[in-house]
């Protein structure tokens, strides 16, 4: 009985292990590669969470209007091995995001690269989540 219950939890550990692993998305399922977007606008909050961070920006439209944009990012890991900090966005930073549009028509990109206030360009993406890779700085 001991070893049934042993082999039971075993095995309910594993499926829950994997519950992250099943929910995460690919790129293709969310986003459209062929539908690029540019964006600059201020900063209004970073989310350094996980499964994938977000950076929120507010852009002016054409016709005045503000929209706040969701663009998603690498996990805060990812970022981070990328160059990336806490401190490197602020709230009111204003920022260029170069990604591609959500597929559902929402105000929500995947984020490629992001230029910051001081002008650097900052690889944004995942290198393993199936989407179009941007051009790093040193790439051109």
């Given at each position: 009985?001991?070893?049934?219950?042993?082999?039971?939890?075993?095995?309910?550990?594993?499926?829950?292990?994997?519950?992250?692993?099943?929910a995460h998305h690919s790129f293709a399922a969310e986003y459209d590669g062929s539908k690029p977007v540019t964006l600059k606008?201020?900063?209004?909050?970073?989310?350094?969470?996980?499964?994938?961070?977000?950076?929120?920006?507010?852009?002016?439209?054409?016709?005045?209007?503000?929209?706040?944009?969701?663009?998603?990012?690498?996990?805060?890991?990812?970022?981070?091995?990328?160059?990336?900090?806490?401190?490197?966005?602020?709230?009111?930073?204003?920022?260029?995001?170069?990604?591609?549009?959500?597929?559902?028509?929402?105000?929500?990109?995947?984020?490629?690269?992001?230029?910051?206030?001081?002008?650097?360009?900052?690889?944004?993406?995942?290198?393993?989540?199936?989407?179009?890779?941007?051009?790093?700085?040193?790439?051109?």
């Amino acid at each position: 009985m001991n070893t049934r219950c042993t082999v039971l939890a075993g095995l309910a550990g594993l499926f829950l292990a994997a519950l992250p692993v099943a929910a995460h998305h690919s790129f293709a399922a969310e986003y459209d590669g062929s539908k690029p977007v540019t964006l600059k606008g201020k900063v209004t909050q970073v989310e350094w969470i996980n499964p994938h961070s977000w950076i929120h920006v507010d852009v002016v439209g054409d016709d005045g209007k503000v929209v706040n944009w969701s663009c998603e990012t690498a996990p805060p890991n990812g970022l981070y091995r990328q160059g990336w900090r806490r401190d490197t966005l602020k709230q009111g930073d204003e920022v260029v995001i170069e990604g591609f549009l959500a597929k559902d028509g929402s105000h929500t990109m995947t984020a490629r690269m992001v230029q910051t206030p001081d002008g650097r360009r900052l690889f944004a993406g995942s290198a393993t989540d199936g989407g179009p890779q941007a051009q790093k700085p040193n790439d051109k």
